[in-house]
């Protein structure tokens, strides 16, 4: 890849600056980008989300940052800070009451609309800003199951979720969501729960810790014993890495916690809300551009110009949006959000999916009518770049599933 050709510079917020190579720039006009909007990224604004509940602390958290906190005024809870603002090491951020998050992605997570009592599905979850702010939205009611396929990704959610409390509502599936199919816990929540009966102490849940006891590592290694022998072109079971005490997991026992969503029961019982965060080349944020600039460009090359891998992706995109629509109940919203900005990875997973799911339909994002972002290039859809919005490259689609 010839860097001496490159044509367009970056500055990131130490005035360093990053050339664009041209294959990544023929990556934009292939995608119909237009590549300006990746010039002046030192003047995009950073943002914070503040968690609700620590308002009237925003005084003191400014003299902290040592800044003032400028309310985003389409978007409630987000403030913009400085570029020079590191927020990691601060008490603020350390004590859970700032979240770093960008603007589009807040957007990604209004468009659900979440609302009391709703079970939610968070199916790319990991690693959890958008999930927390699911769970502040959500408060002291409804459940979210989050799933993610990377472990170590799902782990720092947990550690996300315990850091800023919200756990007690979630679980966490280590999973692939092309394929998850557990039911929401709405089930367990309104049954009433028979915690053990004296029958099957060893199968239902207890109040959850990270130590396993002997007894879940022998029942652990049993299934996998009968799983790998017997079934081995099953998908491989969820692996339920944590839950909040009022998950709807407590005192459940094991099968019904791990009880099959079956394609007569989804359209009643499935969830809610859905939200499909997909996996994507992240071409559209920033901050993961200018990773680039030290991984290297034939990085970039690997990961995001190969055709192959390009195909497999945009397979396990539609894939992801087709089972998170699957496990949706009639009625519901789901909502499907990349941070690329390249139709492939967007209009044209959004396209397909529709032929294929007559009983999807677009929706409008009531509250965007005051964002700042444009539309796709399908109706209804919305996308966010630095260039329209000050924000992060985000591409949004809300369905709603009617009766088939
Ligand atoms: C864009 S990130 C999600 C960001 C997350 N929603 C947040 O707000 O922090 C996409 C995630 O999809 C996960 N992923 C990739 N393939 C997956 C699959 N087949 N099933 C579930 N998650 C997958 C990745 O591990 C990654 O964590």
Avoid at 22 to 27: G, N, Q, R, T
Avoid at 120 to 132: E, I, S
Avoid at 327 to 334: A, C, F, H, P, Y
Wanted: aromatic share 8%.
């Amino acid at each position: 890849m010839d860097l001496s050709e490159a044509c367009i510079l970056i500055k990131d917020n130490s005035t360093s600056v990053l050339p664009l190579p041209d294959a990544f720039l023929e990556f934009l006009e292939e995608n119909g980008l237009d590549s300006s909007i990746y010039v002046g990224l030192d003047t995009i604004p950073r943002y914070i989300r503040l968690k609700p509940g620590y308002e009237w602390q925003l005084t003191e958290i400014e003299t902290e940052l040592d800044c003032k906190l400028e309310a985003v005024d389409w978007l409630p809870g987000f403030f913009f800070i400085p570029s020079h603002i590191q927020i990691a090491g601060t008490k603020a951020y350390r004590s859970g009451k700032i979240y770093g998050m960008d603007a589009a992605s807040g957007a990604a997570v209004m468009t659900l609309n979440v609302t009391c009592g709703d079970h939610v599905l968070d199916l790319c979850a990991a690693p959890g800003a958008k999930l927390c702010m699911l769970a502040d939205l959500l408060g002291n009611s409804g459940t979210i199951t989050g799933v993610d396929v990377a472990r170590h990704r799902l782990a720092a959610c947990r550690t996300m979720l315990q850091k800023y409390e919200l756990g007690d509502r979630c679980r966490l599936f280590v999973a692939d969501g092309s394929t998850f199919s557990l039911v929401p816990t709405r089930y367990h929540t309104d049954v009433k729960m028979c915690p053990t009966d004296g029958k099957d102490v060893e199968n239902t849940f207890r109040e959850w810790t990270s130590k396993k006891t002997w007894t879940n590592r022998k029942n652990a290694a049993k299934r996998k014993m009968a799983t790998s022998v017997h079934t081995p072109l099953e998908p491989s079971e969820p692996d339920l890495i944590f839950y909040g005490r009022d998950s709807g997991v407590v005192g459940m026992q094991r099968s019904k916690v791990f009880h099959i969503l079956d394609a007569t029961e989804s359209s009643s019982s499935g969830y809610d809300k859905v939200l499909v965060d997909a996996e994507c080349t992240h071409d559209g944020s920033i901050k993961h551009i200018q990773k680039f600039e030290y991984w290297g460009w034939s990085t970039f090359q690997r990961r995001v110009l190969d055709p192959n891998r390009m195909q497999n992706l945009t397979c396990l995109q539609l894939a992801l949006l087709t089972n998170g629509f699957r496990l949706l109940k009639v009625g519901g919203s789901l909502v499907y959000s990349t941070c690329s900005l390249t139709v492939a990875q967007n209009e044209a997973v959004v396209e397909q999916f529709l032929s294929r799911n007559p009983s999807a339909e677009l929706m409008k994002v009531d509250s965007a009518e005051t964002w700042r972002c444009r539309s796709g290039g399908i109706p209804l859809t919305l996308r966010f770049d630095p260039k329209t919005s000050q924000t992060s490259g985000m591409f949004i689609a809300k369905f709603t599933k009617n009766p088939a």
